[in-house]
C-alpha cells in the first residue's frame, strides 16, 4: 500500500511538473512579447536624433521624412528610407487621387453615383455618388463583412480583409442599409466601394488601375498592392500589440482601402507630387491652418502622413508595431517649419 502511495505520488508531481512546462512554453508560445525601439541610427543624424527622442512607446523600427521645396531628408531607427511597411489607410489617398484624375479627364464627376457604374435597382446605395464615398459621408458602415471570424482576426493580428473577394463587396454595398447619410462617418467598406467602382469604370481591375495610373507614372518602383499572395516570404513582418509577427493584411476587394505597401524613399515620391497638385476636398483630414493629414493602420504597421501646402512641405513617419505616430509626425512638421530644419 505504502509502495502505492509513493508511486502515486511521483506519477503526480511528474504530471503537475509537466503542466508546469506546458503551461509556461504556452505562455511563451502565446503570452505578449517586449517591444524595444530600435536604438541603430540611419541617414541625417539630426532627424534620426528627434526621432529617438521623439518614438512612442510600443515602436520598433521607425522610418521617416522631411520633405521641403521637394528635397527629401531620410532618417530611420533600425530601418532606412529602403525599407519596406504597410502603409494602410494612408492608401485611401491614391484611391481618391484615382477619383481626382477621372473627374479632371472628363470621364467621372463628383456626383456620379454607384447605379450609373454597377447595377444596384432598389438597392440604398444606387444613387449614392462617389464624392459621398470619398467624404466618408454615404452612410455605409465602417467595414462591409465583420463577423466573429474578422473580429478574432482584428484583435491577434491576422488579416481581417483575407477571402472578401470583389464581388462579394458589390453584393453587400448592394444589400447594405445606410446610417446618418450627409454625416461623416468614417468607412472603409466605403473607400474599397469606391476604388472598385473607379476600377470598372475604367474597364480594368483595381491593382492595374492603380500601377498604371499612379504607381509607375511616378516611378515608386518600391510600392505595391497587397494583393492575395503578393508578399514574399521574406518580406519585413510588422508586430502585434503583443510583440508577435503579424499576418501581411493582403486584400482583394478591400485593397483600395489599404493595402498598399511602400518605403519612405517612394512615400517622398508620392507627398512631392501630392504638393504639386489641388488638394481635394475630401479623403484628407485637416489638422491645424492649411495642414492636411492621413494616417494609417494594419495588424502590424502604423503611419502618419503630412501635407503643409503653405509652406511646401511634408512630413511622414512609419513604424512596424502598433505604436500611433500621429504626434512623431507633427514633431518632424514642427522641426521643418523652423529655419533650422534639415
Known sequence: MRRTTTILTIVTAALALTAAIATAAL?????????????????????ATILAEHAPPGSRNISAFILRDGQATFAGLGSDEHTEFEIGSITKTFTADLLTRAVDRGELTLDTTVGEI????????NDVTLEELAAHTSGLPR????????????????????DHTREELLDAARDASLTDRGEVAYSNFGFALLGQLLAEAAGTCYPTLIQDEILAPLGMEDTYLMTPGSVPGDAPRGLTTRGRESTPWEMEADAPAGALRSTARDMAVWADHVLSSPLPDY???????????????????????????????????ITDTNAGMEDLGRVLLDHARTKEAV
Open 27 to 47: 505562455a511563451l508560445a502565446i503570452g505578449p512579447r517586449p517591444i524595444t525601439t530600435a536604438t541603430r541610427h540611419t541617414g541625417d543624424p539630426t532627424l
Open 143 to 162: 467595414l462591409a463583412k465583420m463577423g466573429l471570424p474578422q473580429f478574432i482576426a482584428s484583435v491577434t493580428g491576422s488579416n481581417p480583409y483575407a
Open 283 to 317: 479623403t484628407w483630414a485637416h489638422d491645424t491652418g492649411d495642414t492636411v493629414f492621413h494616417n494609417g493602420g494594419t495588424g502590424g504597421f502604423m503611419s502618419m502622413l503630412l501635407i503643409d501646402p503653405s509652406t511646401n512641405t511634408a512630413t511622414f513617419a
Open 118 to 125: 454597377i447595377e444596384a435597382t432598389g438597392s440604398e446605395i
